[in-house]
RNA sequence: GGCUAGGUGGCAGAAUGGUCAUGCAGCGGCCUGCAAAGCCGUCUAUGCCGGUUCGAUUCCGACCCUAGCCUCCA
């Protein structure tokens, strides 16, 4: 049984979709204005995993993940650059799904962009507008009025009165409510705008995801997530929107992963203190950073340094190492990993344990293998790549993937001056030689060389074999 | 100030009203010419103070500390 931590009730319940064998599901995706950064392809790949997740359970998912391709920073950056919003939103679109496929998140059913639901937007504030939970601002921008919706607060946990007493809530004159937030925003000259009843505007960055998640997954349905940071006033104001619109409970279970740090600080565009994908991925395989990501529950933090990817490197390896000279075999009868596997990502996604798991279940095929019992190194293999690709691991070769240098978990040798592999042939030959004259002093010369430049020997009963450390 | 989530071994990170995963690192052994890989064994932990209990790391309360949100942010 699956049960999941709702951020609307603040504990694990258990799950029950709205419609039999079918889950659907919306995620909060990018605003396209820069490259994705680490904190981004963390909430990306928690999503991705439990999307899979369901889909392992037998569910049929219908996984939206929006983009944002309208909104100040976008219109602020383009002009930054000189640069039209289309062609700027359009370059960063192309960039998110380079690093998304790299990491293994798969793309989703619909991902829908703002701009091209702006009818569905508009329909839905005008509904807004007609129930009383909308009006048409002084400034002329349409706002949202939250003291029309007497449940404001509940999925942030917090009260009106709290709010307003917050200190760094600026007061506008032209709200009614300092808390009001805008539905849709009046144009200035030379700003991108669609024409709508209240004139050429724009969005505000909440309605477009209440109107693309109930355009594309219906009033109400199982399942939203996004990070931590959007609790509130994202999806406070989305739940307040969607319900009043629709007068449905919109959403049954909200989910919220947590930060990626870097030195105990939220890792943010407004600190700086970020690192993008595509600027870490040359020197990290990919697939460490999504194991380094699983290494934690996805409500906890994570603190992104190297220390921890080198960890996740290292746990990686070894169960590459022991799916090394393994032919998987076609079908296999699920033992106690899988079932330990599978009571740990029912636990709320807890891909922790469920990654211990995956460790044990490599120690016990190590065992076999090292006994010469071929069917059943197989029989293991084959469990252990099944439940790697639920998580979205294990999918390369074991010797690609050894052979694959890290320069993190490589010696401090820079890509220039690291050896050809044709060059490190040689060496081991040249040291197979020696070792077979006994002359052992050249023999450990020559690893010792080698080692230098982080390649690793195995001599093994066939020969030996090498790869980068 | 309000609200939320946390504080577990050298590090990372699970779990639990009584026996505290897993990986890395360390130590001992097997294997090896020696190593590596692998296997076996093994050391170190539950922020602080009270309470409930036969027994709490786990439940309750206070305190201290950390992070986050309260403004754009995955």
């Not at 369901?54 to 944002?68: E, H, P």
């Not at 279940?361 to 197989?378: C, H, I, T």
């Amino acid at each position: 049984m699956l049960t999941i931590y709702n951020t609307l009730t603040g504990r694990k319940e258990p799950f029950r979709e709205l419609v039999a064998g079918r889950v659907g599901m919306y995620v909060c995706g990018m605003t396209v204005y820069d490259h994705i950064h680490v904190g981004h392809a963390r909430s990306q790949i928690a999503f991705d995993v439990v999307r899979r997740w369901l889909q392992a359970c037998g569910y049929q998912v219908n996984y939206v993940r929006n983009i944002t391709d309208i909104d100040d920073k976008i219109i602020n950056r383009a002009r930054e650059l000189g640069e039209m919003v289309e062609a700027l939103t359009a370059r960063h679109i192309e960039s998110m799904n380079e690093d998304f496929a790299a990491l293994g998140i798969r793309p989703a059913d619909h991902e829908p962009r703002a701009t091209r639901f702006i009818p569905e937007i508009v329909a839905m504030i005008s509904t807004l507008i007609a129930k009383g939970n909308a009006y048409v601002g002084e400034s002329g921008d349409v706002l949202y009025s939250v003291s029309s919706f007497k449940a404001y607060g509940q999925l942030s946990g917090r009260k009106l009165a709290d709010l307003r007493a917050g200190s760094r809530v600026e007061v506008d004159e032209k709200k009614r409510d300092p808390l009001d937030f805008v539905l849709w925003k009046r144009a200035k000259p030379g700003e991108p705008s669609w024409d709508s009843p209240w004139g050429l505007g724009r969005p505000g960055w909440h309605i477009e995801c209440s109107a693309m998640a109930v355009a594309l997954l219906g009033d109400s349905f199982d399942i939203h997530g996004g990070g931590m940071d959007l609790k509130f006033p994202h999806h406070e104001n989305e739940l307040a929107q969607s319900c009043a619109a629709c007068d449905t409970p919109f959403v049954q279970v909200w989910m919220h992963n947590g930060f990626v740090r870097v030195n105990d600080e939220k890792m943010s565009k407004s600190l700086g203190n970020f690192f993008t994908v595509r600027e870490v991925l040359p020197r990290l395989r990919p697939e460490v950073l999504r194991a380094f990501v699983l290494a934690s529950h996805y409500r906890g933090p994570i603190n992104y340094g190297e220390d921890n990817l080198r960890q996740a490197d290292a746990a990686l390896q070894r169960l590459y190492l022991a799916l090394r000279d393994v032919l998987p075999a076609a079908g296999y009868e699920p033992g106690e990993a899988t079932r330990r596997f599978t009571e740990a990502m029912n636990d709320d996604f807890s891909t922790p344990e469920a990654l211990a798991a995956m460790q044990s279940l490599a120690r016990e095929l190590n065992v076999v293998k090292a006994a010469g019992d071929g069917p059943a190194a197989s029989a293991y293999a084959a469990e252990l790549r099944t439940l790697g690709a639920i998580l979205g691991l294990l999918g390369e070769r074991p010797e690609v993937w050894l052979a694959t240098h890290s320069e993190l978990t490589g010696a401090a040798e820079s890509a220039a001056g690291r050896p050809e592999p044709a060059e490190i042939d040689r060496l081991v030959a040249a040291r197979t030689k020696s070792r077979r004259t006994r002359n052992f002093a050249e023999s450990d010369r020559i690893r010792d060389e080698l080692a230098g430049h982080g390649v690793v020997l195995e001599d093994g009963p066939t020969g030996t074999s090498w790869r980068w450390q």
